[in-house]
């Protein structure tokens, strides 16, 4: 497609399970980005890819968030032993590039996560 | 960190109105877009704009990188135009990207 995807639009899961969420990138973009959004708040950065290797993990709030980008271009954000506070709208972004204008990203429609 | 203030925070419009949105923040950046998040949660590019004026259609940007603020100009506004629209910032050497507190229009017929 033209524009970044991601599945599952909604996921409704309960406390303490598994999740994993993806992101289809813009076809050629490099640069990948996770962002989650709370009801009435801005979106918050969680991690940067540059490539398949995360080159800033510093948002992820702790160690049960986790991400991939084996090959560089798809990526799955995972959380485990998920909370109700992890309920969120979760937004990617990809970027041609990190450098200059190339670094415009573009985001996808989100998937929003629920956790009962 | 950076810290990136919009304002004004909520803003009602009549259609055809003007207005202007204001993004300030706290450090140098090197990359600065603007961002219209629609009532289905889209965000929308609106500008890349790490300093200079750009217009497109009935919107421009003006961003002063050495005063650290940027504007978002809204000429002839309609219903459409409603949502809340971002500024987000990246500060040189860093690829984590900071988005503002956003402003929410509402553009009433």
């Known amino acids: 497609g033209a524009g970044v995807s991601q599945t599952p639009s909604n996921k409704v899961t309960e406390k303490g399970k598994y999740v994993e969420l993806r992101c289809d990138p813009i076809?050629?973009?490099?640069?990948l980005y996770w962002y989650r959004q709370s009801l009435g708040q801005g979106p918050e950065f969680l991690i940067y890819?540059?490539?398949?290797?995360?080159?800033?993990d510093s948002g992820l709030p702790n160690d049960r968030f986790f991400a991939v980008r084996p090959e560089g271009s798809v990526s799955t954000l995972k959380i485990q032993r998920t909370e109700r506070g992890d309920s969120a709208v979760y937004l990617c972004?990809?970027?041609?590039?990190?450098?200059?204008?190339?670094?415009?990203?573009?985001f996808g429609p989100g998937t929003r996560l629920t956790v009962l | 960190g950076i810290q990136v203030e919009q304002s004004p925070p909520d803003l009602i419009l009549q259609e055809g109105a003007n207005s202007t949105l204001r993004c300030n923040f706290s450090?140098?950046?090197?990359?600065l877009q603007w961002f219209h998040q629609n009532p289905w949660g889209q965000l929308i590019n609106l500008f890349y704009i790490p300093s200079g004026t750009k217009q497109n259609g009935r919107l421009s940007a003006t961003t002063v990188a050495t005063e650290r603020y940027s504007l978002l100009y809204i000429s002839s506004s309609q219903t459409t135009d409603s949502g809340v629209y971002f500024c987000?910032?990246?500060?040189?050497?860093?690829?984590?990207?900071?988005f503002g507190t956003g402003t929410k229009l509402q553009v009433i017929p």
């Open positions: 972004a990809s970027s041609l590039s990190p450098r200059g204008t190339a670094n415009e990203q573009f």
């Open positions: 987000a910032v990246r500060t040189l050497g860093y690829q984590k990207v900071t």
């Open positions: 450090d140098s950046v090197n990359n």
């Open positions: 076809s050629g973009h490099t640069a």
């Open positions: 890819f540059q490539g398949t290797g995360a080159a800033d």
